[in-house]
């Protein structure tokens, strides 16, 4: 069973983000859920939709769920890229990552716009990277 990463498919961040994943996810280690999709809540009912879109969450296949860096670690690490993320959940630097993280979430649609263009997509963004 796969880690399911729930994301903001409308966040061009995000959606930069979970591009670059499902490339590297060629062993099938990763499932990806949009938020935003029309059926997420029929589908998910258990989840709540507000806290998935403050902040990313991930479940393990046992129901088991992260939120935040962890999901991005983790993700990471399933895709050979554990080398990439592994500094921001060592002891000091993480207590540090994850309130950058909290204020990266909050502002996401502001630093998505100052790094992109667009603060938000109302289907595929289309952003090049």
Not at 112 to 122: A, D, M, V
């Amino acid at each position: 069973m796969a880690f399911t990463i729930f994301y903001d498919g409308q966040c061009p961040l995000c959606d930069i983000e979970m591009r670059h994943l499902k490339k590297r996810n060629t062993a099938r280690q990763l499932a990806f859920e949009d938020i935003n999709a029309d059926d997420f809540s029929v589908r998910f009912p258990q989840l709540d939709w507000q806290a998935l879109n403050n902040r990313i969450h991930g479940m393990e296949a046992d129901g088991t769920l992260l939120i935040g860096l962890d999901v991005t670690h983790r993700a990471w690490s399933l895709v050979g890229y554990k080398w990439l993320y592994a500094p921001l959940r060592w002891p000091v630097i993480r207590f540090f990552a994850d309130r950058a993280y909290l204020i990266f979430a909050k502002h996401r649609n502001t630093i998505s716009y100052w790094l992109t263009g667009k603060k938000r997509c109302e289907s595929n963004c289309g952003i090049k990277y």
